[in-house]
């Protein structure tokens, strides 16, 4: 099943599946622990929404999209950008959180619609982190 569908009748961005996935987040220990600090806030305020999605977009692309990343497991890092930290919150740091937590297999590229519904999950966390 696609994380972002429930039934074949939701699509990506659809922000209930998105909400449940974040509340379900909310209850590991480790993906709880990731917090934006001031310093990262105002860069998210500095840069906007839209370039802080491009920038999530690429991250996904370059490090996370291909069906076996360099470095898997590794490839994020833990800090130095709101994205990094928001992935780690957001289990979409490597494949294995990416199956484990989104029901998206290991061992193929992603599509477009995958990368959008990652991009969508880390931005809502974003979101949640600035207000």
Same mark, same amino acid.
């Given at each position: 099943?696609?994380?972002?569908?429930?039934?074949?009748?939701?699509?990506? %961005? =659809?922000?209930?599946? @998105?909400?449940?996935?974040?509340?379900?987040?909310?209850?590991?220990?480790?993906?709880?622990?990731?917090?934006?600090?001031?310093?990262? @806030?105002?860069?998210?305020?500095?840069?906007?929404?839209?370039?802080?999605?491009?920038?999530?977009? =690429?991250?996904?692309?370059?490090? @996370?999209?291909?069906?076996?990343?360099?470095? =898997? %497991?590794?490839?994020?890092?833990?800090?130095?950008?709101?994205?990094?930290?928001?992935?780690?919150?957001?289990?979409?740091?490597?494949?294995?959180?990416?199956?484990?937590?989104?029901?998206?297999?290991?061992?193929?590229?992603?599509?477009?619609?995958?990368? %959008?519904?990652?991009? =969508?999950?880390?931005?809502?966390?974003?979101?949640?982190?600035?207000?």
């Amino acid at each position: 099943m696609k994380p972002y569908k429930e039934h074949g009748k939701h699509t990506v %961005g =659809d922000a209930r599946i @998105i909400g449940e996935k974040l509340e379900a987040l909310k209850r590991s220990s480790f993906r709880a622990r990731f917090r934006l600090r001031t310093p990262d @806030i105002g860069y998210v305020t500095s840069r906007g929404m839209e370039t802080i999605r491009n920038h999530a977009v =690429d991250f996904i692309t370059a490090r @996370i999209a291909p069906a076996n990343p360099a470095n =898997d %497991g590794r490839q994020t890092p833990m800090r130095n950008h709101p994205v990094f930290i928001a992935q780690h919150a957001t289990a979409t740091c490597c494949r294995g959180c990416l199956e484990k937590w989104h029901n998206i297999p290991k061992g193929r590229a992603l599509n477009d619609e995958e990368i %959008g519904y990652i991009a =969508d999950v880390i931005m809502a966390w974003i979101r949640a982190q600035t207000e």
